[in-house]
Every structure is written in structure tokens, then in C-alpha cells.
């Protein structure tokens, strides 16, 4: 993993309208992991968000993917899902501690998601900040945060997360408010907006788009047609993340593969 890379990927690798539309007709249940990621480059968990996982797991999905794929791990709902984020701390500690670092150098960023009605609040939302570890187990972690809630839509949310280090998510969704400013070492971006009657998710001219503005963050810039909060940050190679989740589903794997052709990834 290095600045200015771009990976492009899909949530889980478990869904049944996937067998004969993605994986081949009689691909086996216990392979679908070294399929997926035979035809992309990274793949949020979201598994990791409802139970935690042994050691050992992390450690088979680490050999079933080739050399430079990645896992970004979403977080438990028990960390995030709270009236008061700064009494966090116990779960946060639980959950990088359950055995993450088994994936080694396939560890991406940890996706902190936010339910819609949490609201903003500052003092508390930065003692949550500050309760992420930079490392476990000697092993450095990069975090990112999904909120939801129009209240953050500030240009003081994008100061707490610049100075916790933590990348903002930018959400193409059709349902919550977007934040395309970029904060961290690392963008984050989720389409959520997919539709069932394009093949690949999203129509080539809006997917030609999304390559553009791929190729733009990593290379440390910020798309001019994104909502933005506060000032660009500062101009950086950053790795960039892309994923394919929610909206159409069914579509996510070709809108992935369709993204990976035109960037390169």
C-alpha cells in the first residue's frame, strides 16, 4: 500500500444474486472470496460490524487474496452506535484487539460508520476521535468515519477530523447528506446510488466520472464538482479507496470491474 494507489471494490463477497452474475454458474460457497478478489482490489467487511471474528479468520482471508489486495474493516455497531461516543473507548479496544492484525499487509482502513440520526457534536464526536488507535499491536491502523446527519455538515467537523488524522467518507447516496472533503492520509468513497438498469451500476459517462475524480484524489487533489465544507487540504499523493455498496447490489462487482478498467487499478 503506498500513496496514490487506487483501489476499487464491493461490501462482503457473500450474496446470492451474485452466483451466475458475478461468480460462475456452480463456483463453490467456500471459493467466493478467491474469486472476488481474483477481479478486484479491495473489499469492505461489513460482517465485522455485527460480530466480532476469531484470529484465526482474519488470517484464511488474508492467504485466500493475491499480493496487494486490501480489507477495509467496518467497525462494530457497539462503538459507534451510542448516545455518548467519548465512553467508547472499552469497545473500540475490543474490536481492534480481536485478532485485525492477522490480516497483515492486507489491512486497510477501519470504516467507522455513523447511524443517520446521530447528530453532531463536537466536544463529543472529538473524544471519539481521539480514542482511535494509531496502532495495534505495533501494527499501524488508518481510520475513516461515515456520518449521516445533515449537523455535520460544518466546517468544524472537517477541522476535528484533519487534526485526529481520520479520512471524512464521501457517500454518493441518494439518501444522506455529502462531505467530499478530504482529511487524512487516505480518501474514502463509497457509491451508494446505484441502479438496476445500468449493467454496471452507474451509466459509463457517470462511471468515466468517478475515474476522473479516483485519479484526482489520489494524485492529491479534490474533484471540482464535489460539496466541500472548508479549504482543499493540502496537496498529497493519498491511497484512495472506492467502493461498490448499496443501491443495486447485484450491479456493485461490474460497477467495480468497469472502474478498475478505467483507472488501471
Same mark, same amino acid.
Do not use: C, N, W, Y
Given at each position: 500500500m503506498k500513496p496514490g494507489d487506487i483501489r476499487v471494490g464491493i461490501g462482503g463477497w457473500t450474496y446470492e444474486p451474485w452466483r451466475g452474475s458475478f461468480f460462475p454458474e456452480k463456483w463453490p460457497h467456500k471459493r467466493e472470496l478467491d474469486y472476488a478478489a481474483s477481479k478486484l482490489t479491495a473489499i469492505e467487511v461489513n460482517g465485522t460490524y455485527y460480530?466480532?471474528?476469531?484470529?484465526?479468520?482474519f488470517a484464511s482471508w488474508a492467504k485466500a487474496v493475491p499480493d496487494g489486495f486490501v480489507f477495509a474493516l467496518k467497525a462494530s455497531r457497539y462503538c459507534t452506535n451510542r448516545k455518548v461516543l467519548a465512553e467508547a473507548g472499552?469497545?473500540?479496544?475490543? @474490536?481492534? &484487539?480481536?485478532?485485525?492484525?492477522?490480516?497483515g499487509d492486507r489491512l486497510g482502513p477501519i470504516l467507522w460508520q455513523f447511524m443517520a440520526t446521530k447528530k453532531f457534536d463536537?466536544?463529543?464526536?472529538?473524544? @471519539?476521535?481521539k480514542l482511535l488507535p494509531a496502532k495495534q499491536d505495533g501494527v499501524a491502523l488508518r481510520h475513516a468515519?461515515?456520518?449521516?446527519?445533515?449537523? @455535520?455538515q460544518t466546517p468544524e467537523f472537517v477541522a476535528l477530523a484533519r487534526a485526529a488524522g481520520v479520512a471524512i467518507v464521501y457517500a454518493d447516496s441518494t439518501d444522506y447528506p455529502a462531505i467530499a472533503d478530504v482529511s487524512g492520509d487516505l480518501v474514502y468513497a463509497r457509491l451508494e446510488a446505484a441502479v438496476e438498469e445500468e449493467p454496471a451500476g452507474y451509466s459509463p459517462a457517470a462511471l468515466d466520472r468517478w475515474a476522473s475524480a479516483a485519479r484526482r484524489w489520489a494524485e492529491g487533489g479534490a474533484p471540482v464538482d464535489l460539496p466541500y465544507l472548508a479549504d482543499p487540504a493540502p496537496k498529497t499523493p493519498r491511497e484512495t479507496f472506492v467502493f461498490f455498496i448499496n &443501491? =443495486?447490489?447485484v450491479r456493485a462487482p461490474? &460497477? =467495480?470491474? =468497469?472502474?478498475?478498467?478505467?483507472? &488501471? =487499478?
Open positions: 460480530s466480532s471474528q476469531k484470529p484465526a479468520t472499552e469497545s473500540i479496544a475490543r @474490536f481492534t &484487539g480481536q485478532g485485525i492484525v492477522e490480516l463536537p466536544d463529543d464526536f472529538g473524544a @471519539f476521535l468515519v461515515q456520518v449521516r446527519h445533515e449537523s @455535520f &443501491g =443495486a447490489k461490474h &460497477g =467495480a470491474m =468497469a472502474l478498475i478498467e478505467r483507472v &488501471g =487499478a
